[in-house]
């Protein structure tokens, strides 16, 4: 796993803090964050596993804004209907699947396919429907593909 530069560090620090609830009700500067989402898209594939890589075993540490950033990078590649991107944004996350991420990283990662993945991904997804951990997202995943994607 490759550590994150220290520009995709700062760009991912420009997401808001939840507040003691875990919501983003106040405070929210759109123009900020769109901003530093933009910048994060145009650093590809490197970017998004960037991004990827702050994201820790659920209970292990702070990754409240890597799951928002990559969240918003996905909606990014939608609202400017960049296919190719969100091909690319679909790849990246499905190759991250299956290996020594820990299974909740990968359940989220799944989570974020079943909005944002493609074709390109359920190959790799219908290999990991025999993982006792990862099953069920992998089928809501695979169901909201066939259905929309």
Known sequence: MAKA???????????????????????????????AIAEIHKGGRE???????????????????????????????CNINDRRGRRRFGATL??????????????????????????ETVEKLKALAGNKALAQPVAMALEAIRGGG
């Open 5 to 35: 530069s220290e520009k995709l560090a700062e760009l991912v620090g420009r997401m808001p803090e939840p507040d003691g609830k875990g919501m983003y009700c106040a405070d929210i500067d759109k123009d900020k964050i769109e901003g």
């Open 47 to 77: 970017n998004i596993l960037g991004v990827i890589d702050m994201l820790v075993e659920p209970g292990k540490g702070d990754d409240v804004k890597a799951h928002y950033a990559l969240h918003c990078l996905g909606l990014h590649v």
């Open 94 to 119: 499905a190759s991250q699947l299956g290996g020594d991420r820990p299974k909740g990283v990968q359940a989220y990662l799944i989570q974020e396919l079943q909005s944002f993945g493609g074709r």
